[in-house]
């Protein structure tokens, strides 16, 4: 790799910590960089994903305090299971998929983790609407399995995961947004963990650019955090919409024009 390649990686690292820690969408800014850096398509894939892990665990021992106060055996047990094998199983799709394959998926990838994110918000009031369900202390079988998917497509891809899983959990009885993202951070942490485990025994992992991007993604995480206090969510959340919908369009030209 040359400085220029170093750079964008850097940059993709930094811009993607940053924005998980602001807005979310990071993956938008990180993924790209590293096939801008000449990166095949599944090794980019699996180095964003352990690229962005440290920061779904720190996240989750955050709000440690939270989950301690929901049903262990009978919630978040089943709920963890099923991130478990999702993830897993999302990791071992995406080894056991060719370049030129994920090469074709990734417009309607980022399609449709832009199309979550532009309606996040409208989608988190619908499914998390306490009119809508009663809160259930005890994991369902179609809470089971709406884990089960979001935890195979995190696995696999990832951006966009969270907002499927705010619906999921909704699905599975919880109507409390704090309760909720205490539970969506565990629940990705496991998928994060399991899937960058996948990858680096599979060897799926370019750990050149891995080096690179990894102190960029903790520096952009810091600034974001403290960014976080003066920049307005609403100017956050444009800029991510406005990336995720160009670099859409751009890799449908890309692949298919």
Not at 9 to 33: K, R, V, W
Not at 44 to 56: E, H
Not at 212 to 239: E, H, N, S
Request: proline residues 4%.
């Amino acid at each position: 790799m040359d400085i220029w390649h170093i750079a964008l990686i850097i940059g993709g690292g930094f811009a993607g910590g940053a924005m998980n820690a602001l807005a979310g969408g990071g993956t938008f800014f990180s993924f790209p960089a590293l096939l801008a850096a000449g990166i095949a398509p599944v090794s980019a894939n699996a180095t964003n994903a352990i690229a962005l892990w440290p920061a779904s665990l720190s996240t989750a021992w955050a709000l440690r305090r939270e989950l301690r106060a929901l049903p262990l055996r009978s919630y978040l047990l089943p709920l963890t299971v099923a991130a478990l094998v999702g993830g897993l199983g999302g990791g071992l799709l995406l080894l056991l998929t060719s370049d030129q394959l994920f090469y074709r998926l990734i417009p309607w990838l980022l399609l449709l983790a832009t199309l979550l994110f532009t309606f996040s918000k409208s989608l988190a009031r619908l499914v998390t609407g306490q009119h809508m369900l009663k809160e259930s202390p005890r994991l369902g079988p179609v809470g089971f399995l709406c884990q089960l998917l979001v935890s195979l497509y995190g696995g696999f891809f990832g951006a966009g995961m969270g907002i499927m899983m705010i619906a999921s959990l909704a699905i599975a009885g919880r109507t409390r947004v704090v309760e909720i993202n205490a539970i969506k951070s565990l629940l990705s942490s496991v998928i994060y963990s399991v899937a960058t485990l996948t990858f680096i025994i599979a060897g799926a992992v370019h750990w050149p650019a891995l080096l690179i991007m990894l102190p960029g993604t903790v520096v952009g995480g810091y600034c974001g955090g403290r960014l976080a206090r003066w920049l307005p969510d609403a100017w956050l959340r444009a800029l991510v919409i406005l990336v995720g919908w160009s670099l859409s369009l751009l890799y449908f030209y890309k692949v298919y024009g």
